[in-house]
């Protein structure tokens, strides 16, 4: 009999949590680093409209605006248009980063060398040093206030280390502002409207959002043969599927559909929804969130 462990629960709870967290997050700070060292290369922030003092560009004039708002110098030069002189805005909007914690992204196969939690980690913290570089401010969702600070790897840690997750780490109950961006980062393996719902508050007022998925090679290809117990996702239950292969179909089918009812959430509400797997560099998935995140 095999027994597959795909999740796993800490079962010496939130303080050894932290230590075992502060004993790696060393070699996770310096990777997420280095990776952010390597794309912060032509780097650039973004012009947006705002109230600052910095010019950014000229638009047409909209019916209903006031007409202090009129450039007349520029507008003199048209017959009949008239120009609003736009001011770049000087105090970013904030990003806001979520990175799960709980128990089910402890897991690591022989198929990867790092776990989903560890992965999670480098790629959140490589890609708030990037956003800080190009202008923005970050928060980490529930533990952090925005923050613009070049020290901001060193912050989300020093944050984590001092409130350790939960074995059911969740998404903080937040009302974002149409000005704000969320970037939340996790395995998603738990029922779809445990989902949908924390991210339906997170969306509701309009704000913008990206989910990334983060996946252990197994959970994608089930590669186990033989007579096989699955434990429990944290929890202490066991599934016995009898032989592996002949399960497998069920199993495809099963991540299948939930990935397609994860993108069908994240499309429903405006947000972009990618997948990462742990045996993939993680610089790929730090760019394509950033490309995501710039982009005019």
């Given at each position: 009999?095999?027994?597959?462990?795909l999740?796993?629960?800490?079962?010496?709870?939130?303080?050894?949590?932290?230590?075992?967290?502060?004993?790696?997050?060393?070699?996770?700070v310096?990777?997420?680093?280095?990776?952010?060292?390597?794309?912060?290369?032509g780097?650039?922030?973004?012009?947006?409209?705002?109230?600052?003092?910095?010019?950014?560009?000229?638009?047409n004039?909209?019916?209903?605006?006031?007409?202090?708002?009129?450039?007349?110098?520029?507008?003199?030069?048209?017959?009949?248009?008239?120009?609003?002189r736009?001011?770049?805005?000087?105090?970013?909007?904030a990003f806001?980063?979520?990175?799960?914690?709980?128990?089910?992204?402890?897991?690591?196969?022989?198929?990867?060398?790092?776990?989903?939690?560890?992965?999670?980690?480098?790629?959140?913290?490589?890609?708030?040093?990037?956003?800080?570089?190009?202008?923005?401010?970050?928060?980490?969702?529930?533990?952090?206030?925005?923050?613009?600070?070049?020290?901001?790897?060193?912050?989300?840690?020093?944050?984590?280390?001092?409130?350790?997750?939960?074995?059911?780490?969740?998404?903080?109950?937040?009302?974002?502002?149409?000005?704000?961006?969320?970037?939340?980062?996790?395995?998603?393996?738990?029922?779809?409207?445990?989902?949908?719902?924390?991210?339906a508050?997170?969306?509701?007022?309009?704000?913008?959002?990206?989910?990334?998925?983060?996946?252990?090679?197994?959970?994608?290809?089930?590669?186990?043969?033989?007579?096989?117990?699955?434990i429990?996702?944290?929890?202490?239950?066991?599934?016995?599927?009898?032989d592996?292969?002949?399960?497998r179909?069920?199993?495809?089918?099963?991540?299948?559909?939930?990935?397609?009812?994860?993108?069908?959430?994240?499309?429903?509400?405006?947000?972009?929804?990618?997948?990462?797997?742990?045996?993939a560099?993680?610089?790929?998935?730090?760019?394509?969130?950033?490309?995501?995140?710039?982009?005019?």
């Amino acid at each position: 009999m095999v027994q597959v462990m795909l999740q796993k629960s800490d079962p010496l709870g939130a303080r050894s949590a932290a230590a075992a967290l502060s004993a790696r997050l060393p070699l996770i700070v310096l990777e997420a680093r280095r990776i952010s060292s390597i794309l912060s290369a032509g780097l650039h922030g973004r012009g947006r409209a705002g109230s600052g003092e910095a010019f950014w560009q000229y638009r047409n004039f909209m019916s209903g605006e006031s007409a202090s708002r009129i450039d007349w110098r520029r507008s003199a030069r048209h017959d009949s248009t008239y120009f609003v002189r736009e001011r770049e805005w000087e105090s970013p909007h904030a990003f806001y980063l979520w990175i799960d914690r709980s128990a089910s992204m402890h897991f690591c196969s022989d198929h990867a060398h790092v776990s989903k939690g560890d992965r999670a980690l480098i790629i959140g913290l490589a890609l708030a040093d990037l956003l800080v570089r190009s202008g923005e401010s970050v928060a980490l969702m529930g533990l952090t206030r925005p923050t613009a600070s070049h020290r901001v790897i060193d912050l989300f840690a020093e944050a984590m280390i001092a409130q350790p997750a939960t074995p059911h780490d969740r998404i903080p109950d937040y009302a974002l502002t149409p000005r704000s961006e969320a970037i939340l980062i996790g395995d998603w393996l738990t029922p779809i409207e445990t989902i949908a719902q924390p991210l339906a508050q997170l969306s509701g007022l309009g704000a913008k959002g990206h989910l990334l998925q983060i996946l252990d090679p197994v959970e994608v290809t089930f590669p186990f043969t033989g007579e096989t117990e699955l434990i429990a996702v944290e929890g202490t239950g066991l599934l016995d599927i009898g032989d592996a292969e002949t399960f497998r179909a069920t199993y495809l089918e099963r991540m299948h559909q939930h990935g397609e009812s994860l993108n069908e959430i994240a499309t429903n509400i405006g947000w972009h929804m990618d997948r990462h797997m742990t045996n993939a560099p993680a610089s790929e998935a730090v760019r394509k969130l950033l490309l995501r995140m710039i982009a005019p």
